[in-house]
């Protein structure tokens, strides 16, 4: 029966932790919450070490929080990462997304730091400033990063932060016994899409949308097994979603895949979400890494990686990337459907459309048609924000029930 | 092996494409066709390959685009070709094409430029017939927004 404008609006009939409000994913308000209580609080993956490898090396990167930040390799071989803004005028000091630098030396006046964030160079120091300001006084904002996890290289913007160990818990244990060999990155893209980032998140949380790939249907869906794969859900918002051994031959123009991953059954795919935008996606051959970076209520970013061994013969590494394209290339076959579902979902949220709910209301024993995954990401979303995924404003009155 | 029969070939390739009509392509293509579409990326300073397809790969490809869930806004390609080295001995031409890829949103009718690069293809005269025999698709632009399942 179709419902009334009334009826659209009533809360659903589901427990308060079964649905949140649309506006979570549109709202300017809650989004500068987000990045100030969300993202300038909790670790995030930068980058990854094999793309810094040799001293001076650095990359850039866009923090989600909004800060620009400079991640490089120094001559101790110590990555560190600073702020990508001049202390003089506030100027960008790296333009290019990577590159190797003895010194970070900004264009606009050409004010000199080292690797270690110290100003070694201010032009015509003693006739601007005299005896009032000096290079001591000039170093670059450090922040807080780590390495770890498959080599990726982590930054906090909040000095008084966790150490990493601590935010990832117990999180990444299915994980941990495949990564901790040197692996490098052969894939970078990124996708812009008009949506919120946590949308992408949700889709990363549950298998449910594999109604939405042909792929997946034919293949995971019809072994059995598929429905005993368990989401577990860990402190701070993480979630492991249950591993599974695919069976590629189901699938026409596929293959089992031939070099598989040390370690990995043949055909096993773990896949664990990060609070509060990153997941790592290790599948048969490939270690595939998503990072958000939200840029608006209703915009995002979303850094892809695909990764294999550092030891990687070319063959090997050609079979990798050929896997990874088949799959997660921007012309792969299942990562075009996931955003044009996350697409759709921005299309239909923006603000004015009247969109009011989004039901996680599936119970299937927290198996991987269960959305108890994204459940367990927006009670810490909840409890970081301060507001209630379901009633962000607080205009309602939960009944006792509910 | 005159260049207004590669000129031809290429733009046919264009044509053909745009309208979905793969078996014709696939056609013009040799039996030892390979695709591949490639670009750089200056964030981890390296060379990547994001297809990489034999004729029968190409094949399977198109025959799966039906099954998936697409963007069904069509696209055009638009090639113009800048450079034509024939080799008599090996009777192939490596061409160099300059292309433009549009996107026409599905609802509404606005064209947006969705990449730029080039095509590098090599085309293998058998019979006195141009056949493709290789086609890289060299990609300036990386950003393909939600991607598309069609190459280019």
């Given at each position: 029966?179709?419902?009334?404008?009334?009826?659209?609006?009533?809360t659903?009939?589901?427990?308060?932790?079964?649905?949140?409000?649309?506006?979570?994913?549109?709202?300017?308000?809650?989004?500068?919450?987000?990045?100030?209580?969300?993202?300038?609080?909790?670790?995030?993956?930068?980058?990854?070490?094999?793309?810094?490898?040799?001293?001076?090396?650095?990359?850039?990167?866009?923090?989600?929080?909004?800060?620009?930040?400079i991640?490089?390799?120094?001559?101790?071989?110590?990555?560190?990462?600073?702020?990508?803004?001049?202390?003089?005028?506030?100027?960008?000091?790296?333009?290019?997304?990577?590159?190797n630098?003895?010194?970070?030396?900004c264009?606009?006046?050409a004010?000199s730091?080292?690797?270690?964030g110290?100003?070694?160079?201010?032009s015509?120091?003693?006739?601007?400033?005299?005896?009032?300001?000096?290079?001591?006084?000039?170093?670059?904002?450090?922040?807080?990063?780590?390495?770890?996890?498959?080599g990726?290289?982590?930054v906090?913007?909040?000095?008084n932060c966790?150490?990493?160990?601590?935010?990832?818990?117990?999180?990444?244990?299915?994980?941990?016994?495949?990564i901790g060999?040197?692996?490098?990155?052969?894939?970078?893209?990124?996708?812009?899409?008009?949506?919120?980032?946590?949308?992408?998140?949700?889709?990363?949380?549950e298998?449910?949308?594999?109604?939405?790939?042909?792929?997946?249907?034919?293949?995971?869906?019809?072994?059995?097994?598929?429905?005993?794969?368990?989401?577990?859900?860990?402190?701070?918002?993480?979630?492991?979603?249950?591993?599974?051994?695919?069976?590629?031959?189901?699938?026409?123009?596929?293959?089992?895949?031939?070099?598989?991953?040390?370690?990995?059954?043949?055909?096993?795919?773990?896949?664990?979400?990060?609070?509060?935008?990153?997941?790592?996606?290790?599948?048969?051959?490939?270690?595939?890494?998503?990072?958000?970076?939200?840029?608006?209520?209703?915009?995002v970013?979303?850094?892809?990686?695909?990764?294999?061994?550092?030891?990687?013969?070319?063959?090997?590494?050609?079979?990798?990337?050929?896997?990874?394209?088949?799959?997660?290339?921007?012309?792969?076959?299942?990562?075009?459907?996931?955003?044009?579902?996350?697409?759709?979902?921005?299309?239909?949220?923006?603000?004015?459309?009247?969109?009011?709910?989004?039901?996680?209301?599936?119970?299937?024993?927290?198996?991987?048609?269960?959305?108890?995954?994204?459940r367990?990401?927006?009670?810490?979303?909840?409890?970081?924000?301060?507001?209630?995924?379901?009633?962000?404003?607080?205009?309602?009155?939960v009944?006792?029930?509910? | 092996?005159?260049?207004t029969?590669?000129q031809?070939?290429?733009?046919?390739t264009?044509?053909?494409?745009?309208?979905?009509?793969?078996?014709?392509?696939?056609?013009?293509?040799?039996?030892?066709?390979?695709?591949?579409?490639?670009?750089?990326?200056?964030?981890?300073?390296?060379?990547?390959?994001?297809l990489?397809?034999?004729k029968?790969?190409?094949?399977n490809?198109?025959?799966?685009?039906?099954?998936?869930?697409?963007?069904?806004?069509?696209?055009?390609?638009?090639?113009?070709?800048?450079?034509?080295d024939?080799?008599?001995?090996?009777k192939?031409?490596?061409?160099?094409?300059?292309?433009?890829?549009?996107?026409?949103?599905?609802?509404?009718?606005a064209t947006?430029?969705?990449?730029?690069?080039?095509?590098?293809?090599?085309?293998?005269?058998?019979?006195?017939?141009?056949?493709?025999?290789?086609?890289?698709?060299?990609?300036?632009?990386?950003?393909?927004?939600?991607g598309?399942?069609?190459?280019?």
């Amino acid at each position: 029966m179709s419902k009334t404008a009334a009826q659209w609006h009533e809360t659903p009939k589901f427990p308060s932790s079964h649905y949140v409000d649309s506006r979570i994913y549109t709202d300017q308000q809650l989004f500068e919450e987000e990045r100030q209580r969300i993202f300038n609080k909790t670790w995030y993956i930068a980058c990854h070490e094999s793309e810094i490898p040799n001293a001076f090396d650095y990359r850039t990167f866009q923090h989600p929080g909004g800060t620009p930040l400079i991640i490089v390799r120094g001559e101790d071989m110590k990555v560190r990462a600073f702020y990508n803004i001049c202390p003089h005028r506030g100027n960008t000091l790296l333009y290019d997304p990577s590159g190797n630098a003895k010194r970070i030396t900004c264009i606009f006046h050409a004010w000199s730091f080292d690797t270690q964030g110290n100003c070694t160079d201010i032009s015509r120091e003693e006739q601007g400033y005299q005896k009032r300001f000096c290079k001591a006084d000039a170093g670059l904002r450090e922040v807080k990063s780590e390495t770890g996890y498959g080599g990726f290289i982590w930054v906090n913007v909040d000095d008084n932060c966790v150490p990493l160990k601590t935010f990832i818990g117990d999180a990444m244990g299915e994980l941990d016994p495949y990564i901790g060999m040197p692996l490098e990155v052969f894939h970078y893209h990124r996708a812009i899409v008009d949506t919120n980032f946590k949308l992408w998140h949700d889709t990363n949380s549950e298998f449910y949308h594999d109604y939405m790939h042909y792929f997946n249907r034919v293949t995971g869906m019809m072994q059995l097994g598929y429905f005993d794969r368990k989401c577990v859900g860990y402190d701070n918002g993480h979630v492991l979603v249950g591993s599974m051994e695919i069976k590629y031959d189901a699938y026409a123009g596929s293959k089992e895949r031939g070099i598989g991953w040390p370690g990995l059954a043949q055909g096993g795919w773990i896949l664990i979400d990060l609070f509060p935008g990153m997941t790592y996606n290790l599948r048969t051959s490939v270690l595939r890494m998503d990072t958000m970076i939200p840029l608006s209520p209703n915009k995002v970013m979303i850094e892809y990686r695909g990764l294999g061994l550092k030891s990687d013969t070319p063959a090997e590494r050609a079979q990798r990337i050929f896997d990874h394209n088949t799959i997660w290339g921007p012309f792969g076959r299942n990562l075009h459907e996931d955003l044009l579902g996350v697409h759709g979902q921005g299309r239909a949220m923006r603000p004015g459309t009247d969109s009011r709910w989004v039901l996680q209301g599936r119970e299937e024993n927290s198996t991987i048609h269960d959305e108890v995954g994204m459940r367990h990401y927006y009670a810490e979303w909840s409890r970081l924000m301060g507001r209630k995924a379901f009633d962000p404003y607080g205009e309602r009155r939960v009944s006792a029930a509910a | 092996m005159d260049r207004t029969t590669i000129q031809d070939m290429v733009y046919q390739t264009c044509l053909l494409l745009d309208d979905k009509n793969f078996d014709a392509f696939l056609d013009l293509c040799d039996e030892g066709f390979r695709y591949s579409i490639t670009t750089h990326s200056p964030e981890i300073r390296k060379d990547m390959i994001w297809l990489d397809h034999d004729k029968k790969g190409m094949q399977n490809l198109f025959t799966q685009l039906p099954r998936h869930n697409s963007d069904h806004s069509p696209i055009t390609r638009h090639a113009i070709v800048y450079k034509v080295d024939v080799d008599e001995g090996r009777k192939e031409a490596d061409v160099v094409s300059a292309l433009q890829v549009y996107k026409t949103d599905l609802d509404g009718g606005a064209t947006a430029l969705f990449a730029v690069g080039k095509y590098v293809d090599t085309i293998r005269f058998e019979g006195g017939k141009p056949k493709l025999a290789k086609r890289v698709v060299k990609l300036d632009t990386r950003m393909l927004g939600i991607g598309y399942h069609i190459p280019f």
